[in-house]
Nanobody, 125 residues
Framework: QAQLVESGGGLVQTGGSLRLSCAAS????????MAWFRQAPGKEREFVAG????????FYLDSVKGRFTISRDNAKNTVYLQMNSLKPEDTATYYC??????????????????WGQGTQVTVSS
């Protein structure tokens, strides 16, 4: 059974940085489309960043382009989200997700079968 465990969240000031980690077991991250979603209170869960299985193409929510970077370490079977220049509107619970897609990265949450428990990111103004 697949398991995704996020870590690295916390409280940071505006302009600060955090690196989220998603450690996977029961699946090989290089064979899956891996994505980060976030959900703020009272809002829908939204796609933030994705990394395709084939070729490692990356995809981002427009509002995080140039500030966030998704990557993976195949040896550690772990996916990362480096978040720089954080803003208060980035405050949310961040979730890692895995989907069995060889090409591309779906942006809809219903496309993903495996999810982590989430890690809280709070950006103070």
């Amino acid at each position: 059974q697949a398991q995704l465990v996020e870590s690295g969240g916390g409280l940071v000031q505006t302009g600060g940085s955090l690196r989220l980690s998603c450690a996977a077991s029961g699946l090989t991250v290089s064979n899956y489309a891996m994505a980060w979603f976030r959900q703020a209170p009272g809002k829908e869960r939204e796609f933030v960043a994705g990394l395709s299985a084939s070729g490692g193409g990356t995809f981002y929510l427009d509002s995080v382009k140039g500030r966030f970077t998704i990557s993976r370490d195949n040896a550690k079977n772990t996916v990362y989200l480096q978040m720089n220049s954080l803003k208060p509107e980035d405050t949310a619970t961040y979730y890692c997700a895995a989907g069995m897609y060889g090409i591309g990265v779906p942006r809809g949450k219903s496309a993903y079968a495996d999810w982590g428990q989430g890690t809280q990111v709070t950006v103070s103004s």
